[in-house]
Structure formats: structure tokens, C-alpha cells
């Protein structure tokens, strides 16, 4: 990682992989969740993926799954409080997107009305 000239390269891939934001601001934002609550705020996610990302956010530090011995057996996901430090960063970004995306968008239709060079 040395020769990464970006510093932020890292985190990027940790925090932005498939999927890895929508889980974490949906835990951040409803702070403990069962799979089926996770997965009915998340559609679009197949359940393959989001145990998938589940895991390697729990491998990761960001999400604890707890276990509840009970019938039916029943599974939580929360953040972890290193997961949940990154609720400023969404809220930055969320901020970052309410005052620019129209531009980004506008870009892009300029762009594409522009057709190929």
C-alpha cells in the first residue's frame, strides 16, 4: 500500500465495495436488524451477496452478527462502534451529493449530448 499514491485507496475499498455502503447505512441507520429486515430494506441485494458482505463486513471490524439460541434460531446484525464512526463520513457525503449531484448530472448530459470526440 506503500505505492499507492492515494491514501484514501484503502478505505475506499473497505467502505465502498458492492453493497458495503448500503449494509452499513442501513445498520447505522436502524442500528440492529435480523437478515430479513436487512435484505426487505435492501431488495436489490440477492441474499447469496448480502450474507457474503455481511461476513466480510463482520471479518472487517464493522458489523457484529450475534446468534440467539431460540427457536426459530434468530441472527442480528449491528455496527460495531468502529462501524459506527462512519455515520459522519455518509452524513458528509450525503451533504457532498445535495449540493453537487444536479451538477454531475448536468455534466454527464452535456457530455453525452456532446457525443464522441
Known amino acids: 500500500m506503500e505505492d499507492d499514491p492515494c491514501p484514501i485507496s484503502p478505505v475506499v475499498d473497505l467502505i465502498f465495495g458492492r453493497w458495503s455502503s448500503q449494509v452499513l447505512w442501513v445498520l447505522t ?10 435484505q426487505q430494506r435492501l431488495p436489490a441485494v ?7 458482505r455481511l461476513r466480510q463486513l463482520e471479518r472487517d471490524g464493522l458489523v457484529t452478527r450475534t446468534y440467539h439460541a431460540e427457536m426459530p434460531p434468530r441472527v442480528e446484525y449491528e455496527p460495531t462502534d468502529l462501524g459506527r464512526t462512519l455515520s459522519p463520513v455518509f452524513q458528509t457525503l450525503v451533504t457532498w451529493a445535495n449540493s453537487h449531484l444536479d451538477q454531475v448530472i448536468a455534466a454527464r448530459r452535456r457530455y453525452d449530448a456532446a457525443g464522441p470526440v
Open 29 to 38: 441507520h436502524h442500528d440492529r436488524l435480523r437478515f430479513t429486515e436487512l
Open 46 to 52: 440477492s441474499p447469496k451477496v448480502l450474507t457474503q
